[in-house]
């Protein structure tokens, strides 16, 4: 048994706007799967498909306070095209954002609802993932990160440091999830998390408890009767178990 990951949630105090201007960003479709709920996928694709993680927007009253901890970092091909985006994205409604990074290549910004994301420098790392370079989680213990998330789901662990663990589809394609050390402590639930997905014929209940051997826990979030299960990771980051498909 195992899962994977097949999409980004995001709370927004508006998804039909937020998903507007992420569907522009990313180059996506649009569509919603009822009310208070947006999904954008790329044109075409077929869920799920690691070739892309997809992003739901689900509409939430309650404010953002903090620096996400999760986020995610934009591809670009060239200094040209990192210019590019950046010019394209302040024009749909994005500003530049300065959360103590200093002087790098990379340029952060912030949605028009304040979530952070990264428009990465030109890297030939990065040049077959599609429009999302990497989902980044902000974690205490990169490799205890791996250490789950490698076994929680059939990701090929890349790379892991002190400092950073990276995976990927086993597949070698779509994004890259990276779980960077941070000294910041987790204060809050998280307004933007993982969805992963057991596959077809899988059983929910029992990768649900294989999960919580991993060092994964059972959280209520006031989700009431859901068809998927909510769980947080060994650092306390919340994230959903769908249900097989």
């Not at 994977?4 to 709370?11: A, F, P």
């Not at 569509?31 to 997809?54: H, I, K, M, Q, R």
């Amino acid at each position: 048994m195992a899962t994977r990951l097949v999409q980004i949630n995001m709370k927004a105090r508006d998804d039909s706007a937020l998903g507007g201007f992420w569907a522009e960003a990313l180059g996506w479709g649009v569509s919603s799967e009822g009310p208070g709920v947006t999904n954008l996928e790329p044109d075409g694709f077929v869920y799920p498909d690691p070739v892309a993680v997809c992003l739901d927007l689900i509409v939430s009253p309650e404010p953002k306070t903090v620096r996400n901890r999760v986020h995610v970092d934009l591809a670009t091909t060239s200094a040209a095209h990192q210019a590019e985006v950046v010019t394209r994205l302040k024009d749909l409604g994005a500003t530049p954002a300065d959360v103590g990074q200093g002087d790098v290549p990379w340029t952060v910004m912030v949605d028009p609802e304040g979530n952070e994301f990264c428009v990465l420098d030109p890297r030939p790392l990065y040049r077959d993932t599609g429009p999302i370079a990497a989902v980044v989680v902000d974690c205490a213990d990169p490799r205890a990160m791996a250490r789950f998330w490698g076994k929680a789901m059939d990701w090929t662990l890349h790379k892991v440091t002190d400092h950073k663990a990276v995976l990927r589809s086993a597949k070698g394609v779509g994004p890259y999830l990276q779980f960077l050390r941070t000294p910041d402590v987790k204060t809050v639930w998280n307004r933007v998390h993982l969805d992963v997905r057991p596959y077809p014929g899988d059983d929910l209940e029992a990768e649900a408890a294989r999960l919580r051997t991993l060092g994964a826990t059972a959280i209520d979030l006031g989700q009431n009767d859901v068809p998927w299960t909510v769980l947080a990771d060994p650092e306390g980051n919340e994230f959903c178990l769908l249900t097989p498909g």
